[in-house]
């Protein structure tokens, strides 16, 4: 049988300036920006557009006078490119934008995101947000396996060093840090530090999906999709974290490792194992997630994790690098979909060897993810240079 | 006094919805409740519309023991928002029913939590004549820990 994503390639990918604050902007006109850069990047034209994705995409239908065509309010990451494929390989599209774009949303001084703040009657009341969501589920995982901070903060140091040398970060220079940086910084959530935590920012980005027949003559090496899954316990921000939480019977992976069914299906489609994969753009809210989607991903065994990212392994030169962009610590954190798209984005870049910086020489397979356990949701794609 | 206390009024109240109205209305009267399926028996957290394990819509507040212990936490030294006072605990609490429910641990130092430590519930204002549960920790006897 023919490879479900055989038919469809990542034709082109961009990211706009990623900045604390884009005072000129508000989400469409940065998201318009994304858009067109990744047409551009392509070498397409807004007219070979037939079909757009993302949490506006209606109104950029409109402001790019798209119409008529397919526009779908998918506000997710790896899913809105994950559909953006299957609208290409059932000739429902033949060129498809995948766009993000937050800015103008941070309205007031609290830094926390505003997108994550719950409202649920039965957590409201206590205090929770999204480092206390993902602390619930770290805590119960250093209770249960010994994870220590110190681990945590390799993870962190990693990522933020990557982001340090990262021209295109928002955090660029602001390092290096050692993970003693990282326990030294003020407690925000335990086990969390603030040098745990995602930063906030704006900027947009987007993608361009097409047949493998039109990629063929494009600007760039097309990147492929060698499989993909996506796993929710329910929505995120609402209910408690909790580790042992399960849903169907006969499926007995818990919320602590969400995606862990996610990815054992883009494998299999891939037909590759964890071992194949040269680089790891894995979405990173809080350090922890790391270590837990290592173990979730099948990179390590359960309760390893701490142990796998305190070697080297993880960082630049190691065997298997993660978050090579400095991720949501330190390149970009920009809102809902926007974030997600850039681990994506920071794939296909890996696998055409177009890196700005961190470039893994060589990468042919990339695994990306969106979401984590603090959520209860966790997305997950395999993006590879050759044609599956 | 201890530096795990209840909040001040004035943090963000829980709203009620038509399914949970029961729930706040036992915790004004310093009632922890849950609901239990009538059907198959199983207890189950927050006001689920549907039974989780048989699908059953018959449904039943019960009032529960309010004991349990200390499954999770988080100390917060940050707040979401400013009206919280740090440092405050966020703990999941595996009640003796055999469900988990979100709540705060109160009475004792930050660094006193331990997995597992027995906790027994009580109720403190949060707005109005609402009354929010929180957690304290007590010894095997069932008496408050000092």
Avoid at chain 1, 47 to 75: F, T
Avoid at chain 1, 100 to 124: C, K, L
Avoid at chain 1, 168 to 176: L, N, Q, S, T
Wanted: charge should be negative; aromatic fraction near 8%.
């Amino acid at each position: 049988m023919a490879h479900p994503f055989r038919d469809a390639a990542i034709a082109g990918v961009f990211n706009t300036l990623q900045a604390r604050r884009l005072p000129d902007h508000d989400s469409l006109s940065i998201a318009i920006e994304g858009a067109l850069g990744a047409l551009d990047d392509a070498g397409l034209g807004v007219a070979d557009v037939d079909g757009v994705i993302g949490e506006r995409a209606g109104e950029l239908a409109y402001e790019l006078r798209l119409g008529p065509c397919r526009r779908s309010p998918n506000g997710l990451g790896i899913p809105a490119v994950l559909e953006a494929a299957a609208l290409i390989t059932t000739g429902q599209c033949q060129v498809v934008l995948v766009v993000g774009g937050s800015a103008g949303i941070y309205t007031d001084r609290a830094s926390t995101a505003p997108w994550t703040r719950p409202t649920n009657e039965f957590v409201v009341g206590y205090g929770m947000f999204t480092a206390v969501e993902f602390a619930l589920m770290a805590k119960r995982h250093m209770l249960t396996f010994g994870t220590t901070p110190g681990q945590l903060a390799a993870v962190a140091a990693t990522i933020r060093n990557n982001g340090h040398q990262n021209p295109e970060a928002v955090y660029f220079g602001r390092g290096p840090f050692t993970p003693e940086d990282i326990l030294a910084s003020r407690p925000i959530a335990e086990p969390f530090h603030l040098l745990d935590c995602s930063t906030t920012s704006e900027g947009g980005c987007g993608l361009v999906l097409t047949t493998a027949d039109r990629a063929a003559d494009l600007k760039r090496p097309a990147a492929w999709i060698l499989g993909g899954g996506s796993d929710a316990y329910g929505p995120a921000y609402q209910h408690g974290p909790i580790w042992d939480f399960t849903g169907r019977p006969g499926e007995d992976v818990p919320a602590g490792y969400v995606g862990r069914r996610a990815a054992a299906a883009a494998f299999v489609t891939a037909g590759l194992s964890p071992s194949d994969v040269g680089v790891c753009e894995l979405y990173d809210p809080f350090s922890f997630e790391i270590i837990r989607q290592l173990e979730a991903f099948g990179f390590c065994p359960d309760g390893e994790g701490g142990a796998f990212v305190s070697d080297g392994t993880i960082g630049p030169g190691g065997r298997l690098p993660v978050t090579t962009d400095g991720g949501t610590m330190s390149f970009a954190h920009p809102g809902n979909s926007t974030q997600m798209l850039q681990r994506v984005i920071r794939s296909v870049q890996q696998v055409r060897g177009t890196c700005a910086s961190a470039q893994v020489p060589g990468a042919e397979v990339a695994l990306c993810s969106n979401g984590g356990s603090g959520a209860l949701f966790n997305d997950v794609m395999l993006v590879g240079s050759v044609r599956p | 006094m201890t530096r795990l206390r209840p909040q001040p009024p004035g943090t963000p109240a829980p709203v009620p919805s038509r399914f949970s109205a029961p729930y706040w209305e036992g915790c004004a009267r310093d009632e922890l409740r849950f609901l239990r399926c009538s059907n198959c028996h199983l207890a189950i957290a927050d006001a689920a519309r549907i039974c989780w394990r048989c699908h059953s819509r018959q449904l039943r507040w019960e009032q529960s023991r309010g004991r349990g212990r200390l499954y999770s936490w988080t100390i917060v030294w940050r707040p979401q928002t400013p009206v919280f006072d740090v440092p405050y605990s966020v703990a999941i609490v595996e009640l003796d029913e055999d469900i988990f429910v979100v709540s705060s641990v109160i009475g004792c130092e930050p660094d006193a939590l331990t997995e597992g430590m027995e906790l027994a519930v009580e109720f403190h204002p949060v707005n109005g004549d609402m009354k929010l549960p929180y957690f304290r920790p007590v010894d095997d006897g069932g008496s408050p820990l000092a």
